[in-house]
């Protein structure tokens, strides 16, 4: 296992820890679309538990490492065995899809990052309306209409070619290790986020539409994607 995997793991696990932190607390009284399914209302509990999900991948990559250049037998008789149970030779690599992984977190935590600045406190986690409401129509807003949402998904994606790929702590040694199972959690896991993305920007735009009708309208025109120019 190499320095440079290691820290970049490190740099993903940062980058996805800030985008993923509420910049505002929700006011409960000002939430709206409270009537979609429970599992769509906990994308913030979600968020928590990816992330800490994520420093536990970054923590046994680290301790993996530094057992590369001081053996963990020398530490520990049973160290090495809590590491990596499963085998004594894993391969834990900078793969070709990892950095692609890596590059998509950046991306994802950066346009998300942008939507915490540009929105300011009225960026909640939850679906709410502030007493100073305004539409945003600039930076990535002037692109898609909920770019945090896009924001989500290429972290979604990039954790998925980061961590449940051949070469990964997770697919090496820990619980992922057996064939298939990390394709069966990557696509539970998109298709939640995606139902989430879909059942909030509708919930958006129609709150937008009501409270700035006539703005609203010409930026629909203008801005006519959710997520993907071109695409979606």
């Not at 979604?156 to 040694?173: D, K, P, Y």
Request: glycine share 4%; aromatic share 14%.
């Amino acid at each position: 296992m190499s320095l440079v995997r290691v820290s970049l793991v490190v740099v993903q696990a940062l980058s996805n820890h800030w985008a993923c932190t509420p910049p505002n607390p929700t006011q409960e009284k000002s939430r709206y679309h409270k009537e979609e399914l429970y599992i769509l209302q906990i994308a913030p509990l979600i968020f928590k538990i990816h992330m800490t999900v994520l420093w536990i991948c970054a923590f046994f990559e680290i301790v993996y490492y530094i057992s590369t250049v001081v053996p963990l037998t020398s530490v520990s008789p049973i160290a090495s065995t809590i590491v990596c149970p499963h085998t004594s030779d894993p391969f834990l690599r900078a793969s070709p899809m990892f950095i692609i992984g890596i590059i998509a977190v950046c991306l994802g935590s950066y346009i998300r990052l942008d939507c915490f600045k540009t929105l300011g406190q009225l960026f909640t986690f939850d679906l709410t309306v502030h007493p100073a409401h305004k539409l945003i129509t600039s930076r990535f807003y002037s692109w898609v209409r909920h770019p945090a949402y896009t924001g989500s998904m290429l972290l979604v994606a990039g954790l998925a070619f980061s961590h449940l790929t051949e070469g990964s702590w997770l697919t090496e040694c820990g619980p992922l290790r057996s064939s298939g199972s990390a394709i069966v959690v990557w696509a539970a896991w998109w298709v939640w986020t995606l139902a989430v993305g879909i059942s909030r920007a509708e919930a958006e735009d129609k709150q937008m539409q009501k409270l700035f009708p006539d703005e609203w309208e010409k930026y629909a025109t203008n801005v006519p994607w959710w997520f993907f120019p071109g695409l979606a």
